[in-house]
């Protein structure tokens, strides 16, 4: 029998603020996919020097290293804050860049399985997974059904960062062994 090479998970999001609550949730993401056994990379989108999205431009190479990350990954997983009822301008200006995806074979990210995390400092978190979703769908990929909309960021983290609620701590850690789970049938289906 053949050994199963770890999957690779790509964890992409985050905000520039140093107790970022989406960077956060992301690390316990794919801390709980690494105890699992897949390999894990984390991709800060508030590290990324990547310019404002310009049709026609020649791609940078951070351009090109960040689309290849994605690119290469079995599964991800996406974190953003809900900016003014949807996600960061700073999570959609590196999204629009996989567009330089669209020729590659597979194109975009097509058949990868995504799993959301949406956070807020009120109420509407399930809409920062709905717009998310709707990207996830333009780039040919799959979201997983199970997701994390974190509401009242503010009684779930601590004001350095810390995640404070078990229950919390718990939905990150079952969305990483679903994507897991969901990451072993696409791998499986694509590989005969
Ligand atoms: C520019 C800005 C816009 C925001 N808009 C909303 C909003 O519309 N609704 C909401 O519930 N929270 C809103 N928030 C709160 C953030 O979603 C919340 O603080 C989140 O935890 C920030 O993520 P971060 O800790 O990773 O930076 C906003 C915060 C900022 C800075």
Known sequence: MTEERPLK???FGGTLKASSTTL???RRVLSTCQRLGADTELVEAGSL???????????????????????GADALVWASP?????????FKNAIDWLEILRE????????????????AGGGQALQVI????????????????????INRAADVFSSTGELKDE???EQLEQLAAELLRSGKIFSNASSG
């Open 104 to 119: 590659r074979s597979p194109p975009y990210l097509m058949d990868k399985p995504i799993g959301l995390i949406g956070i």
């Open 167 to 169: 229950r919390v701590i």
């Open 24 to 26: 956060v949730s992301l």
């Open 9 to 11: 998970v790509v964890g």
């Open 130 to 149: 709905t717009s998310m979703e709707q990207i996830v769908r333009s780039l040919r990929a799959w979201t997983i059904p199970f997701v994390v909309p």
């Open 49 to 71: 020097a990547l310019p404002i999205y310009d049709w026609g431009a020649q791609p940078t190479a951070e351009v090109e290293r960040f689309a290849q990350i994605f690119h």
């Open 82 to 90: 809900l900016y003014h009822g949807t996600i960061s301008g700073l």
